[in-house]
């Protein structure tokens, strides 16, 4: 690397405080998830478990500031932004409920749910890996319009959504913490002394928490006995190998199969969803460096320990626009492996309000939406709501699953018709919502195509989204042979009728 850009700036401290909260909100999530329901023992989770998660994403994270650094030396600019990094979100839940769970529950044995996650990840790395070398080529013949658009769809949804109920159950501090971040954000507020907006937001958010506890105001939730108890997880630990556990691992193969191919695929679309935003903000890096990043950093945390994946974040233009550059990235690694391999995550888990973090999230979720219409053309504005759509179902179908399993049931013991009868069409939020990622991908090109009076284009994404659907790639609920053929001879007869529509005489497009 060259001498010519510098690796902390002024901005980067904001950015900081951006990114290294929201990776600490998830952090602390997956603890949390770790912790009390699948209840991994401390001493694994704290000694072993974390320190590999630490370890992960310290080095994704040095690994995109170093990109960023032979970017910026390479092109000579000092306004390049790194690729922000962290644990997949999605994966997060997917792991932990879908995988580790019903495991454990079977085998009445935690550390058999956390091999499973490990087997399962490990599976999801090495598709990521083969997606590393297609990705380039879809990127390549995929409107920018279907990429940010699906992108936007997960930042309202899984990203956005769930915070902003957050907020609203604890609001005094989630509102004080949420308009501090608006105001520094969007509004340009610059507080005494330069405090990055990001840190007065959580400060003031624990204040209040606290206050709350001393005078018995209800909110809050704070515990000082957990405070206590969780000083005693505070040590040193680094990441051993784990490969006997992955193996172990791997006596759940069938199971695990299923959802860990088509969360291979989602992860190198994600990935390339969020190249393509950073070279909207201006950074064009390569998608397929980034994903074989992506995958060999996953694959060695799994290796170590760590059930969840290492992933590119959504955000890079939101980071760009309070001045994070590279600096931002590396603090963020080094911050992430002292809280890891030195115990405190569990200590900060019991002293600040989660609510006073994730208005941090709201507001990428804000920035990244907003992008999908901004840097694309106006006239496809269409086509980015059509990408949306999925995400809205497979989140409300979350909701509705949620739901009922909290009433001790499914929808298939109440009934898909009695759902129905009032307004829940639950069939076809399952159906659409499947694959929410890649589904985006096909409607948004779909829309594109016929917009930009190419109909031919159009029935090539008709095709294959039939193909992708028959396998159960989308439209599904496990990989497999004739999943959905009704849905795949749907999209079939979609393509014939563009094809048709090439034939025919077009209006002009509209400007």
Known sequence: MGSKTPFWVAGDLNAFFGLGTNVLVNLLVLTGLLKYVIKI????????????????????????????????????????????????????????????????????????????????????GLV?????????????????????????????????????????????????????????WFGGVKFPGNLPGGLVAIAVGTILAWLSFAFGWGFGGMNPDSVQNSLGNIGFSIPLPAFGHVFSGFEFLAFIIVTA???????????????????????????????????????????????????????????????????YSIATGVMVLLLTWLGIVSLLLDIIPVVAIIPILLYIGALIGAQAFQATPANHAPAVVFAIVPHLAAW??????????????????????????????????????????????????????????????????????????????????????????????SYVIMAVICFGFSRMELEPEKS
């Open 396 to 489: 409300a179908k979350t909701l509705i699953d949620g739901s009922l399993g909290a009433a001790g049931t499914n929808a298939a013991a109440v009934g898909l018709d009695k759902l129905a009868q009032n307004g829940v069409l639950y069939k076809g939020l399952e159906t659409l919502g499947s694959g929410a990622i890649i589904t985006g991908l096909i409607f948004g090109g779909i829309v594109v195509m016929l917009i930009d009076r190419k109909p031919n284009g159009a029935g090539m994404f008709c095709l294959i989204g039939a193909v992708l659907a028959f396998f159960g790639f989308i439209h599904g609920p496990e990989v497999g042979w004739a999943v959905s053929p009704m849905v795949a001879l």
């Open 261 to 327: 191919i088509p969360f291979g695929v989602y992860d190198f679309i994600e990935a390339m969803d969020n190249v393509e935003s950073a070279s909207a903000a201006g950074d064009e890096y390569s998608v397929k460096e980034t994903l074989i990043a992506e995958g060999g950093i996953s694959l060695v945390g799994t290796l170590l320990g760590s059930p969840f994946a290492n992933a590119v974040y959504i955000g890079h233009p939101g980071w760009k626009s309070i001045g994070g550059k590279i600096g």
């Open 41 to 124: 023992p401390d001493a694994v989770l704290f000694g072993h478990i974390l320190p590999a998660v630490g370890l992960m994403l310290f080095l994704g994270n040095i690994y995109y500031a170093w990109m960023a650094k032979k970017l910026s030396d390479k092109t000579g600019r000092d306004d390049v932004t790194a690729l922000p990094s962290g644990p997949s979100v999605p994966h997060m839940f997917i792991v932990v409920f879908v995988i580790m769970l019903p495991i454990t529950i079977l085998t009445k044995d935690p550390i058999k749910g956390w091999e499973a996650g490990l087997a399962w990840v490990f599976i999801e």
């Open 128 to 184: 990521l890996f083969a997606g590393a070398f297609i990705a380039p080529t879809i990127r390549r013949l995929t409107p920018r319009a279907a990429l940010l658009g699906t992108l936007a769809g997960i930042s309202i949804t899984f990203i956005s959504l769930r915070p902003a109920m957050e907020i609203f159950e604890t609001p005094i501090i989630g509102l004080v913490s949420l308009v501090i971040i608006l105001g520094a």
